[in-house]
């Protein structure tokens, strides 16, 4: 090999080594200029908040604000900085914030997704305690469910623990229901029969006194007129006939 060819052959790969400290020297630029970023806590509600301008609230009582291990840079050096730190920035995250932001997890969203609803619910009537004559009156009930039922979640009406009825209204007979205090339970469950609602409301039943004594009068009656002769019976039947046709 000549004395020339030898002066080329370092001089190229002299050129190729600097060209590969400056490509490493650019990569790495941005992550000397990046802001750090600071985690904020709410120590009375436990917020957490991400910023990268902590003096918004480190004269704020109440807040702890802490340096996290992670820099972020412009938009053009992200993708460089992410493939190059790798899984180390990755891990120093918490599991609910993304490496580039704070974005929920494919597994928080889920939760979310998969959480029981908050209902609200409520007996719109009988809307207070109230008495009900038995048997001529019915107890009905109305409910009100906020917000709308899931697909897997039923309404259930119960009279003393005793299931009457399902969905949002319901008419209960007076008639096998002794006098007294009775409670009306409003349930909401889910498919597995777990209780995610309930409210509860006390109704009284009443005799009816005057269908009682009519009742009884009738009774009185009808044994007196057994009780009669047959002829007196015969009578009686003639007499009841002649004042139906005066009529």
Known sequence: MTLLSTQ?????????GLLMVAAIASLYAPLSNAAPIYKVVDEQTGQVTFTDRPQDYEQQAGKQVSQ?????????????SSSMAGSSN??????????MGVTPTA???????????????????????????RPAQSIDVAVQ????????????IYLDDKEVAQGLSASIGTVDVLPGAHTI????QNKTGQVLRQVTRTVYVIQNNTTLQNNKKIAQQLLAYQNLPWYQ????????QEV????
Request: aromatic share 2%; hydrophobic share 35%.
């Open 68 to 80: 996290m291990s992670i820099t972020t840079g412009n938009e053009t050096s992200r993708s460089a």
């Open 244 to 247: 139906a046709q005066s009529q």
């Open 8 to 16: 080329h052959s370092i001089q190229g790969n002299v050129k190729v």
């Open 233 to 240: 019976k015969v009578l009686l039947k003639l007499r009841q």
């Open 90 to 99: 990755a891990n120093s995250l918490p599991s609910n914030v993304s490496q």
């Open 185 to 188: 339970k409003v349930v909401i």
């Open 145 to 156: 469910v906020n917000p709308a039922l899931q697909a897997d979640d039923s309404v259930r």
């Open 107 to 133: 597994s928080a969203a889920n939760t979310q997704t998969n959480a029981p609803v908050n209902y609200q619910l409520a007996i719109a009537e009988p809307s207070k305690e109230r008495a009900y004559r």
